[in-house]
């Protein structure tokens, strides 16, 4: 259990959403694991006062969500391609990175990211605890360390290949415990004029759309510009860009560096104002959104169970993490929800952790005449009604959970 926050060290924290206890999100299991017991955690958030940090009240430990049998592939689809392709084309172009600049990406999952800044030309490295997922990253000719960054680890990376030009860190940086040790072996990993990049959901995204399935275990903190700042100011590094993308419901990428190596970019200080102005660390605010979340539950349950009085055949489409979060917070099981849906072979052939439902491959939605789909990963919910064309085309329809549950 959390009693300080991990950025400024306050104890002057409160606590705005109890979403109940549930498993780790990753942690789907085989069939010979239902009857064993499943280990379920606190899943509340709560508000630094001092610094506006949200974060999780009690931290998993990170050997138990990364090291055991991790099912999670970075986003192949189109639209997260493009995504990643952007990002290290643009890098690239912006720092004019070559053959001799190191880029090492931090949480590298299967090299993904890696594999685009490869493609422009800079010398690649991975830094990942998942054994299973360090493996098939080096299979896509991805050269990948397998742990956690830390001091030690940073200290053998510049032994073998010298100081990082780029350091990334994409929907990894909230899943940090210890930030300051973290910052640190940033610090002596990073070339003295290198760019640490930070990109991750964005917390006033969260609370606008009222993103509450982006709250899990291994999301151990919800992120505002302004604490990252105070966090590096630190450590005497200093952001000098920020810069908003659409993807996972609305992320920021953040640019770090030394202080006083790079100019800061004017729209840090207006992206600071616009956090100011919104005041999203208000505690009445934050209540507000909490009763917003329990309304919402509420909304999807009665929807569901309407069809269900039906006779409706209902089942889950893709089985991402925050759809672990949503169907135990909303108590949806076996009992509403037929299967769900995956394409990652690490995951079809499981059960989804806490309510037990099986992971099919997207054929039994025609096969077992499925007419609604509840969509889990919303966030791509384009790209994956249009995989599904052949469901639409036979009269299925979807379920978008989030912010108002409706069907289309």
């Known amino acids: 259990m959390k009693t300080h926050c991990r950025i400024c060290g306050s104890s002057n ?9 549930t498993p780790p999100a990753d942690q789907f299991l085989r069939e010979n694991q239902l009857t064993e017991p499943e280990t379920s955690y ?15 009240s009690h931290t998993v430990h990170c050997e138990i969500l990364y090291r055991r049998d991790y099912p999670y592939e970075s986003s192949i689809t189109k639209s997260g391609q493009t995504h990643w392709d952007e990002f290290a084309k643009t890098v690239c172009s912006t720092y004019k990175l070559t053959k001799k600049d190191l880029v090492v990406d931090v949480g590298s999952n299967v090299g993904v990211l890696l594999s685009s800044f490869k493609n422009n030309g800079a010398s690649v490295l991975g830094v990942d605890p998942a054994s299973n997922i360090v493996r098939i990253a080096e299979k896509r000719g991805i050269e990948t360390i397998d742990d956690f960054l830390d001091s030690t680890v940073a200290k053998k990376i510049v032994n073998l290949k010298g100081k990082a030009k780029v350091i990334t860190a994409t929907n990894v940086f909230a899943h940090v415990d210890d930030l300051h040790s973290f910052i640190k072996a940033v610090k002596l990993l990073l070339d003295a004029k290198g760019i640490f990049i930070v990109e991750a959901p964005y917390f006033g995204n969260l609370l606008k759309y ?10 151990l903190s919800y992120l505002l510009l302004k604490p990252i700042m105070q966090l590096v100011k630190m450590h005497d590094m200093e952001v000098i860009d920020v810069q908003e ?9 953040v640019f770090i560096a030394r202080k006083e190596k790079f100019k800061v970019q004017e729209n840090v ?15 009445e605010n934050l209540r507000t959104f909490a009763m917003d979340v329990s309304a919402c539950r509420k909304d999807l349950q009665n929807l569901i169970l309407d069809l269900r009085l039906q006779g409706k055949r209902i089942a889950a489409v893709s089985a991402p993490a925050k759809g672990m979060t949503l169907l135990n917070y909303c108590r949806l099981g076996p ?8 394409k990652s072979r690490l995951k079809i052939g499981r059960y989804c952790p806490g309510v037990h439902i099986p992971v099919v491959e997207d054929a039994e939605l025609i096969k077992q005449n499925i007419e609604f789909a509840l969509l889990l990963a919303w966030n791509f919910s384009e790209e994956i009604i249009s995989n599904l064309s052949e469901f639409k085309n036979k009269g ?3 379920i978008i959970p989030i912010p108002t549950p409706k069907i289309i």
Request: hydrophobic residues 40%; aromatic residues 14%; charged residues 25%.
């Open 13 to 21: 924290l409160f606590t705005f959403l109890d979403l109940g206890f």
């Open 42 to 56: 606190p899943l509340k958030v709560m508000m630094c006062r001092v610094c506006g940090l949200a974060q999780l």
């Open 210 to 219: 009222l993103e509450y399935d982006t709250i899990y275990h291994e999301h």
């Open 245 to 253: 993308r659409d993807i996972h419901g609305g992320s920021f990428r």
């Open 269 to 283: 200080r207006k992206f600071v104002q616009t956090e100011n102005l919104a005041n999203y660390i208000d505690e």
């Open 335 to 342: 009992e509403t929800l037929s299967f769900v849906t995956e």
């Open 396 to 398: 299925g329809k979807f």
